[in-house]
Structure formats: structure tokens, C-alpha cells
């Protein structure tokens, strides 16, 4: 009799023992998952922020019109490195522009697309690091007191 609670002892404090080390590796391996995941993002967003930061341009708010489905604007690189392709994204449509502009050059911009309330123009690849954004909702309203 006292050999079987001693076995049943030894059996449970296995058991749990096992559990424990189950649990331990669950737990492990979800930090360590969690770890690479957080270091990747983060070293993906530096690496983006860094390539991205060498883009310094402007829009000016004067030239952009938008008439019959056609966006214009002008773009001007002012002081970074030569931009290749821009994108121009608005809520339902996205467009690349292939472009060559170097430092101190002004470019108009006409693109066909579908426009509601803005559009975001950024260097490709910069998407929510380095953009300008455009809105057309305030053009449509009229301010009354």
C-alpha cells in the first residue's frame, strides 16, 4: 500500500512535471516567435525611414487641380536625390509615375484618376514614411458664420 501511494506520488509529480516543461516550451517559443517578428518590423521600418529620408520634395498647393478625372500638379525636388517613380493613391485608385527628378527641378504631373477627398503622393516604396497629402474636401465646402 505505501508502495502504490509512493508510485502514485512519483506518477503525479511526473505528470505535472511534464506539463510544466510543456508549458515552458509553448512559452518559450511564443517569446522567441514574438521576438524575431518585433526585430524584423523594426529593422525593416529603420531601413525604409533611412532610404526614404533621402527624398526632400514639395507639391505646391497653388498648381493642383482636379477637372473632369484628371489630376494635375506640380512636384519639385528640393534639396534630396533624384526621384524615379512617384505614386499617387487616393481612396480608390493607385497610380507610379515614371519620372527623373533631380535636385532644383520642377515637374508638372497630369494623371487620369479617380478622386474623392485626397490623394497621397510619396517616392515608390514610401508609403507612410516620406508623402505629401493632397485634400479636396475643404475646396467643396464654403465657410459660413
Known amino acids: 500500500m505505501a508502495d502504490e501511494r509512493r508510485s502514485r506520488k512519483i506518477s503525479t509529480i511526473l505528470f505535472l512535471f511534464a506539463i510544466f ?6 512559452t518559450g517559443t511564443w517569446i522567441y516567435r ?3 517578428e518585433q526585430t524584423r518590423y523594426s529593422e525593416e521600418k529603420t531601413l525604409a525611414t533611412v532610404e526614404c529620408g533621402k527624398y526632400y520634395f514639395s507639391i505646391d498647393p497653388k498648381t493642383v487641380n482636379y477637372e473632369a478625372g484628371t489630376l494635375y500638379f506640380e512636384i519639385e525636388n528640393t534639396l534630396g536625390a533624384e526621384i524615379a517613380t512617384i505614386v499617387v493613391q487616393s481612396a480608390n485608385d493607385r497610380n507610379e509615375v515614371n519620372i527623373s527628378l533631380g535636385q532644383g527641378t520642377v515637374m508638372p504631373v497630369s494623371i487620369p484618376m479617380e478622386v474623392v477627398e485626397w490623394v497621397m503622393v510619396y517616392p515608390k516604396g514610401c508609403s507612410g514614411i516620406n508623402f505629401k497629402n493632397i485634400s479636396f ?4 465646402e464654403t465657410n459660413t458664420i
Open 34 to 36: 514574438m521576438y524575431l
Open 21 to 26: 516543461i510543456l508549458l515552458a516550451v509553448f
Open 137 to 140: 474636401g475643404a475646396r467643396n
